[in-house]
């Protein structure tokens, strides 16, 4: 199983960035994916959920209405989509692959603090004029 993040760079605060999850070894179509991030000296958080098996999603109050999850069943593909950024959206971005849409919102909603989950190495996101 492998989950590898790409699409993170520098950007203006209100500039937008896509990031993608390329992913393989394991039954695609039967996992959620999220999405975390981390900033330096704080905890992982969570931003967003998709679910592969109905397109569920799930965004955190952080991510709501300016970031955008999808997912390319085709090329077993993810996505974030992340517009009208802010300095406080820096952080390395993780791609993760849980058993289920449950299982991620419980993660990434912090109402549980680790679920078996499949994660990549992450991808930069630098915010700053």
Not at 13 to 18: A, E, I, K
Not at 53 to 82: E, I
């Amino acid at each position: 199983v492998q989950l590898v993040e790409s699409g993170g760079g520098w950007v203006q605060p209100g500039g937008s960035l896509r990031l993608s999850c390329a992913t393989s070894g394991f039954n695609f179509g039967d996992y959620a994916i999220g999405w975390f991030r981390q900033a330096p000296g704080k905890e992982r958080g969570g931003v967003s959920c998709f679910g592969n098996r109905d397109n569920s999603t799930y965004y955190t109050d952080s991510a709501q209405g300016r970031f955008t999850a999808s997912s390319d069943s085709a090329k077993r593909t993810p996505y974030l989509q992340m517009n009208r950024l802010k300095p406080a959206d820096s952080a390395t971005y993780s791609c993760a692959a849980l058993r289920s849409f449950f299982q991620c919102f419980d993660l990434a909603s912090g109402r549980i603090g680790y679920t078996r989950a499949t994660w990549g190495r992450g991808t930069q996101v630098t915010v700053s004029s």
